[in-house]
């Protein structure tokens, strides 16, 4: 069985909030110095699932696919450490400041060029953008079906069975292979590279694609192939403000508030 997991590198979430800052010029995020970034949590769980099918089974292999410039080598290569077999990366000029849509163009395309394959696995979104749109273009742009939001995923007889996460609780589907999901951090932790895996993965080197190595042009990849205009990236300002209100007694400063209240229609 051939799976293949889509993983992003992004920004560390657990960054201090000073340490974020915009180029409005550029309408892009400047890297903060010091702070290495990781791989995407959700696609770290991912990774996880994969290796939970492959655990104590010698037919499945693991491909573990990125699309990206300014990778880390040390951070891109976790999901090998952690038991994956395969890393491909496409780093080009050309898919600088793609959209949703030319990220699922790109993976498509290497996933193709892979050839055959049973499952793709996918975080539910990424921890940068929040949007979890690449994975549903992903699976359209292969013409497979896809499943969001995993807890469980097995394989069996040819179907994927998943327990996928609801608003009140779980609801277990299946579809046929091959077939895409999207899994959630309530899979549970991944777990951490081992010793021999580090040591594995050092010596491993990733296969590297360009765009024109997958036969896309420039059209079709980075910003001119975008279906997506970004306007204007900004960090939000908040604002607050207190008003004290006085009174002779409880019972009077109760009355002063409910009104306070009703005029700023709260209540």
């Known amino acids: 069985m051939n799976i293949i997991v889509c993983v992003k590198q992004v920004p560390d979430p657990e960054a201090p909030f000073a340490n974020f800052k915009i180029d409005p010029a550029t309408n892009k995020v400047i890297p903060p110095q010091g702070v290495s970034p990781v791989i995407n949590g959700f696609d770290e769980q991912a990774v996880e699932a994969a290796l ?13 696919i990125s699309v990206g410039n300014d ?8 999901p090998l ?23 699922g163009a790109v993976l498509a395309a290497a996933i193709k060029k892979l050839g055959a394959f049973d ?8 921890s940068d953008w929040d949007q979890g749109q690449v994975p549903l273009v992903l699976a359209e742009l292969l013409g497979i079906p896809a499943v969001t939001i995993a807890k469980k995923v097995e394989v069996a007889d040819g179907a994927v069975k998943v327990e996928r996460v609801v608003v ?35 010596r491993k080197k990733p296969t590297v694609w360009s765009a024109k190595d997958l036969g896309l042009d420039a059209a079709q990849a980075g910003q001119n192939g975008g279906k997506v205009k970004m306007l204007k990236v900004f960090v939000p300002e908040k604002s607050s403000k207190c008003e004290v209100i006085s009174a002779d007694s409880p019972a009077e400063a109760g009355v002063k508030l409910a009104v306070r209240l009703r005029e700023d229609k709260v209540i």
Do not use: H, W
């Not at 990778?71 to 976790?78: A, N, T, Y």
């Open 52 to 64: 939970r099918m492959k655990d104590g089974r010698s037919d499945v292999k693991i491909t573990v």
């Open 71 to 78: 990778l880390v080598m040390d951070v891109i290569k976790k």
């Open 81 to 103: 450490s952690m038991g994956a077999d395969e890393l491909v990366l496409v780093q080009d000029p050309a898919i600088q400041n793609g959209d949703s849509y030319t990220t």
């Open 119 to 126: 499952l793709v696995l996918c975080g539910r979104q990424a």
């Open 168 to 202: 009140d609780g779980f609801e277990t589907v299946q579809a046929p292979l091959p077939a895409l999901v999207t899994v959630s951090n309530e899979l549970g932790e991944a777990r951490y590279p081992t010793l021999k895996g580090i040591m594995a993965a050092g």
